[in-house]
């Protein structure tokens, strides 16, 4: 019931305005968004910077229609990569394939991330290609496989939920591919997915060691304390050092653990959202998993 109201409230157009145009609205926006323009996110990345965090820049908007809106994201993530890059930020550029027109070609798709992960490359800076529904994740895959081959700057994101991780995260090993690993936040099937919380904690955490033992430098994606205590635990019992592995959050959340990790010497990495269409996709976030409404709320409540 409470998925279907958020997904009704992110398509209407009334409250988007006031969300977008509301000072109480701006509080939260400026809590998990960084802002409506490439320079808001980068202020706010010159700042995290300053304070030792890494980041990962993603422009919100929505899946592509048509090819000339696939080629217009295509050269707005190169503004954001080459705009970052003059200002000497060490950020990477966070994609999703659907904005590069996945849903109306594979190859041109492929052919718009390969020109930004070919100039990413001769910046030394790398993508990270986020997955989406898990009816993306083979065509996903196999274009991350393909630029990780030819370029070697691009990191793969595998959803813990889904019960076909483990065999893709044993491929990704194989072939020294970075992997961000998240547990996922789309509606699945239980045909497909874990249902039950305790299910996917438990397959992150056995996917979490996998990676930390054998993969090439992952990103650990994750708020929840007992999976993060349990990742030092094990990386002290291996003698696996704090440069061989990063924390992944979402910008706004848990800035106390982030704080912590900075001055302990671990590395973690922001997620930093920007753009018009944050309403929209702050509210399907919510919808996709309801439960993050009161999880967030209560990290905003905490400061």
């Known amino acids: 019931m409470l998925r279907s109201v958020l997904l009704y409230l992110s398509r209407q157009k009334q409250l988007r305005r006031w969300m977008e145009t509301s000072p109480s609205a701006a509080r939260l926006t400026s809590r998990f968004v960084a802002g409506l323009k490439l320079e808001d996110a980068l202020v706010v990345t010159g700042r995290l910077q300053r304070e030792c965090i890494l ?4 422009r919100l908007g929505e899946s592509v229609t048509t090819f000339e809106e696939a080629a217009a994201s295509r050269d707005g993530y190169l503004e954001i990569l080459h705009t970052a890059a003059a200002r000497g930020f060490d950020a990477t550029i966070s994609i999703k394939l659907t904005q590069f027109g996945l849903d109306l070609s594979q190859e041109v798709c492929r052919a718009n991330v ?36 030819a370029f070697g700057n691009v990191r793969a994101v595998v959803q813990a939920y889904l019960y076909r991780s483990a065999k893709d995260i044993e491929r990704l090993c194989a072939l020294q591919l970075p992997v961000r690993l998240c547990k996922g936040a789309y509606k699945e099937p239980p045909s497909v997915a874990f249902q039950k919380k305790a299910d996917v904690d438990g397959s992150y955490v056995s996917l979490m060691k996998m ?7 992952p ?23 704090p440069e061989k592995y990063e924390f992944q959050m979402l910008y706004g959340i848990r800035r106390d653990i982030a704080k912590r990790f900075v001055e302990e010497g671990y590395r973690i990495r922001f997620y930093v959202p920007f753009g018009e269409a944050w309403y929209p996709y702050f ?8 439960a993050n409404l009161i999880f967030l709320m209560r990290n905003f409540l905490r400061g």
């Open 211 to 217: 990676l930390l033992e054998r993969g090439t430098y």
């Open 283 to 290: 509210m399907r976030r919510l919808a996709e998993r309801p």
């Open 219 to 241: 990103g650990l994606a994750t708020h929840d304390e007992r999976i993060i205590n349990e990742a030092h635990r094990f990386t002290r019992e291996r003698g696996i050092p």
């Open 55 to 58: 980041t990962s820049l993603d």
């Open 114 to 149: 390969e020109q930004l992960v070919r100039d990413a490359a001769g910046l030394g800076r790398m993508v990270e290609i986020d997955m989406e529904s898990s009816e993306y994740t083979d065509r996903t895959l196999k274009i991350t496989t393909a630029l990780h081959q």
